[in-house]
């Protein structure tokens, strides 16, 4: 699996969470909670689909550390 | 034979549009099966059955507004018909009266009245202390329905009666509460938010009690616990909260029920409501039924569940109609205290703030600890601050044993 199909994979369960948010306007530095106005259920959501399209376990250590795009794509790189 | 009514979703709900029907007559259904979907100012809801049957008409159209107790399905019970939520079927009498000369209709009406026809008092099989419990309470025993097998009326029959009947009541005001408050115009969720507010406002006279709890036992567990779980079936701490507030609530059950008719009505089921706010404005509060006896992994279950259908509009009617209590958080960024405002006629609401790690005296030093603030808003003229000091106690406790949720 390479970078773009995970970037699929993430803006696919974002655009879940946040329909109307203009993803390509993000900066993948932002924190995802207060730029988009998601909670802790939408990020849960979220986490749980892209769990489940790339059949990757997110520990619970690493969870708490997964607040922005970037963070979540190095994870993803690394535990695909 | 049942009839299924629109059901009442808060007093403020006067109709709702029916969007589909999910069943077609002769479609046999049980109680709990999900018969339809309407459009409400609470979003759309899917409508469920209360009794087991064999849908044998459906009234209500797809599209068409209906007022809130107006039949939209008629189903034959199979057996013992269970009693519908809100309004019951017209008694025999009632039936008998309204059908039209209608050839088809008439047969029918026929089967109920010969139904109907008054039998002699002294042909009425109870017991003499039902009599007597019926004479006491002026009852009619010629209306009471035995539940056993022999026929014979016994006490708790009359009592169920008397139970229904209080509820029919019940409803019928509400029903005309809401068609004061409201023009026949279907009102947006916004106008009903301000309606249900409003009359809170107006009505309830509110206390607020504060606590803050030490959550670290608590977060210390749910990530150990969470250590060993994938993260589909991972725990977040609003899970944990619902449920230390059921357990709590078994404890101090004053706080757990309905003010009305200048009466505080204590309900045995503790159904936790929780405020999940819509992305498009405005908020939904469906229920967790029966939190105090399921077990956290349940109440995982349903809230995730319940959550993404409230999103996507798909909660259904008896969720949504049967909370006994509120919860609201702002969850976990911004305001660190929340002073709600108690959604009528339920006489607490807890509000639960942002959990944030706060300096606290730890035996005898001061640790950084995290924090949730937690106020209890509670109705003056169902509990006084003694009893909710006593609830806030109970949660404290619950949440500083987490192992035992």
Redesign the interface.
């Known amino acids: 699996m390479n970078s773009s199909d995970i970037n699929t994979v993430i803006r696919k369960h974002l655009q879940r969470v946040a329909p109307e948010a203009d993803l390509d306007s993000l900066n993948p530095e932002d924190e995802l909670g207060p730029v988009l106005d998601i909670d802790s259920m939408d990020f849960y959501t979220m986490m749980v689909g892209i769990s489940e399209d790339l059949r990757v376990e997110i520990p619970e250590q690493e969870y708490g550390n997964l607040r922005t795009l970037k963070n979540i794509r190095e994870f993803l790189r690394k535990s695909v | 034979m049942g009839k299924f009514i629109m059901p009442s979703l808060g007093s403020q709900m006067i109709e709702a549009k029916l969007i589909q029907w999910h069943v077609k007559p002769g479609d046999t259904v049980k109680k709990g099966d999900i018969i339809g979907e309407i459009d409400t100012e609470k979003g759309l809801i899917d409508i469920e059955v209360f009794e087991d049957g064999v849908i044998s008409k459906l009234v209500a159209k797809e599209g068409e507004v209906i007022p809130v107790g107006s039949v939209m399905a008629v189903i034959n019970g199979e057996g013992k018909t269970e009693k519908v939520t809100a309004k019951p079927a017209e008694t025999p009498k009632e039936s008998a009266k309204n059908v039209p000369g209608n050839g088809k209709q008439k047969v029918a009406s026929k089967k109920q009245v010969a139904k109907s026809k008054e039998v002699p008092l002294h042909r009425i099989k109870a017991s003499p202390l039902a009599r007597r419990v019926t004479e006491d309470l002026g009852v009619d025993i010629s209306k009471v329905k035995s539940s056993g097998k022999t026929g014979t009326i016994h006490r708790k029959d009359v009592e169920a009666y008397v139970q229904q009947q209080t509820a029919d009541e019940t409803f019928e005001k509400e029903l005309d509460m809401a068609e004061h408050i409201s023009k026949a115009e279907g009102k947006s969720m916004r106008q009903s938010i301000a309606a249900a507010m409003s009359q809170s406002n107006k009505e309830i006279p509110h206390y607020y009690l504060e606590i803050e709890i030490d959550m670290k036992a608590a977060l210390d567990w749910l990530?150990n616990e969470?250590?060993n779980?994938?993260?589909?079936e991972?725990l977040?701490?609003?899970m944990m909260l619902i449920k230390a507030v059921a357990n709590a609530l078994t404890e101090v059950p004053q706080l757990n029920g309905f003010w009305t008719d200048e009466t505080m009505h204590i309900e045995e089921g503790i159904h936790v409501g929780f405020a999940i706010?819509l992305?498009q404005g405005g908020l939904v509060i469906p229920a967790i039924l029966n939190a105090d006896l399921k077990s956290l992994d349940e109440i995982r279950g349903d809230f995730?569940n319940m959550?993404?259908r409230a999103r996507e509009g798909h909660l259904r009617s008896r969720e949504i109609s049967s909370a006994t209590i509120t919860i609201t958080s702002l969850?976990?960024?911004g305001a660190e205290k929340v002073y709600g405002v108690i959604y009528p006629p339920q006489v607490a609401l807890i509000g639960l703030g942002k959990i944030t790690d706060r300096p606290r005296a730890v035996d005898g030093s001061i640790g950084i600890r995290p924090t949730l603030s937690v106020v209890l808003a509670g109705d003056h003229r169902a509990t006084d601050g003694h009893t909710g000091s006593r609830f806030l106690e109970k949660l404290n406790n619950q949440l500083q044993h987490p192992e035992s949720l």
């Open positions: 990530s969470n250590q779980r994938s993260v589909q991972r977040l701490p609003p706010a992305r995730v959550v993404s969850g976990e960024r």
